[in-house]
């Protein structure tokens, strides 16, 4: 089972940014990734990474404004998020499983933190 803890949520104005973190404890390759629930709305996958591989995805609401990275010598995720909107204001939640190669959307990995709130409001 793979142990995941985020950090780093918080409140900005609209075009601010905001770095989220996830610290995983799992040595092999995994995918890793974040989703984000809204109240009313249904859970959405932000972006996700491959650690055996250079393989990303995003979604194409947050494509161009966010970036996901890990640092694999201090297990952890980031989610850079540039020119944040309204409508990123969400819980995020940081996911983890074990893969050999081919990711899910981050809402269906075993593992997952507790989530970090984030709010974009003037």
């Known amino acids: 089972q793979v142990q995941v803890m985020e950090s780093g949520g918080g409140s900005v104005q609209p075009g601010g940014s905001l770095r989220l973190s996830c610290t995983f404890s799992?040595?092999?390759?995994?995918?890793l990734g974040w989703f984000r629930q809204a109240p009313g709305k249904e859970r959405e996958g932000v972006a996700f990474v491959y650690t055996g591989g250079r393989t990303t995805w995003y979604a194409d609401s947050v494509k161009g404004r966010f970036t996901i990275s890990h640092d694999n010598a201090n297990n952890t995720v980031y989610l850079q998020m540039n020119s944040l909107k309204p409508e990123d204001t969400a819980m995020y939640y940081c996911?983890?499983?074990?893969?050999?190669?081919?990711?899910?959307?981050?809402?269906?990995?075993?593992?997952r933190g507790q989530g970090t709130q984030v709010t974009v409001s003037s």
């Open positions: 996911a983890a499983e074990g893969s050999g190669g081919a990711c899910r959307m981050p809402y269906d990995y075993l593992n």
């Open positions: 799992y040595t092999h390759s995994v995918c």
